[in-house]
């Protein structure tokens, strides 16, 4: 997750470039050791992330998007390949649109939440998944305490308002620089000896 330096993750209603190009490298280099990556469906509609590891060697992980309310579309670039990708949506009568190949659509009851995605992502042998936010999507992973680790950079951008970044990471294990962003790891205090 990258904020603003007053605490911002983003706009209500469209994409902000927060990063630089080092720490997106950085980022793809992350998706390149997972098996697969998640945004919140505002995040997929917004920003219109490829989510696909493009600055590094390596594979492209699985992309998984959750639409219970079918608000996504085959022409979004999150369906791009070459990557593979579940939209996870509840029951419904829709007529599914003509999703590409490499799009699959997971159907899980949203009662359920994280946790049975999780579940079903464990069943197919995917065990690490990078989560790319939005804000709603971190808090709960938060709120569920579902999480592990956190990776979070503190750019050099201001943006007096916009979506506020969540809080509740502390202490930290881990800081360096790259350029204009400051990053800050930490692991779920679970994991402190
Ligand atoms: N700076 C960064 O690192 C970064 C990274 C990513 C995104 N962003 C920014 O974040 C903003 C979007 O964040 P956001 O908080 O508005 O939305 P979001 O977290 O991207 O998406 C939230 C939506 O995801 C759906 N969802 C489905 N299952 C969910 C579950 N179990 N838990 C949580 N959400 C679930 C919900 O939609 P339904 O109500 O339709 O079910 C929910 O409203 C954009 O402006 C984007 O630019 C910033």
Same mark, same amino acid.
């Given at each position: 997750m990258a904020k603003s330096r007053d605490g911002f993750i983003g706009r209500e209603d469209r994409q902000v470039i927060l990063s630089n190009a080092a720490s997106w490298r950085l980022v793809h280099r992350l998706r390149s050791r997972v098996d697969a990556i998640l945004v919140g469906t505002r995040t997929a509609l917004?920003?219109?992330?490829? #989510?696909?590891?493009?600055?590094?060697?390596?594979k492209n992980p699985l992309r998984i998007i959750p639409d219970y309310h079918c608000r996504l579309h085959p022409g979004l670039a999150?369906? !791009?390949?070459?990557?593979?990708? +579940?939209?996870?949506?509840?029951?419904? &009568?829709?007529?599914?649109p003509d999703w590409s190949e490499n799009v699959t659509v997971v159907t899980l009851e949203k009662e359920g939440g994280i946790q049975a995605i999780?579940?079903?992502?464990?069943?197919? *042998?995917?065990?690490? #998944?990078?989560? &790319?936010?939005?804000a709603t999507m971190v808090n709960t992973f938060?709120? &569920?305490?579902? +999480?592990?680790? !956190?990776i979070i950079s503190t750019t050099d951008q201001?943006?007096?308002? *916009?979506?506020?970044?969540?809080?509740?990471?502390?202490?930290? &294990?881990d800081h360096f620089i790259l350029h204009t962003d400051e990053f800050h790891w930490f692991r779920h205090p679970r994991y402190k000896t």
């Open positions: 917004i920003d219109e992330p490829r #989510l696909t590891n493009r600055l590094f060697w390596g999150i369906f !791009a390949g070459p990557a593979q990708t +579940w939209i996870i949506r509840g029951r419904n &009568e829709l007529i599914e999780l579940t079903k992502l464990a069943a197919a *042998g995917k065990t690490s #998944l990078l989560v &790319e936010g939005g938060l709120q &569920e305490d579902l +999480w592990d680790e !956190a201001y943006l007096g308002t *916009g979506i506020p970044a969540p809080t509740g990471f502390i202490d930290p &294990e």
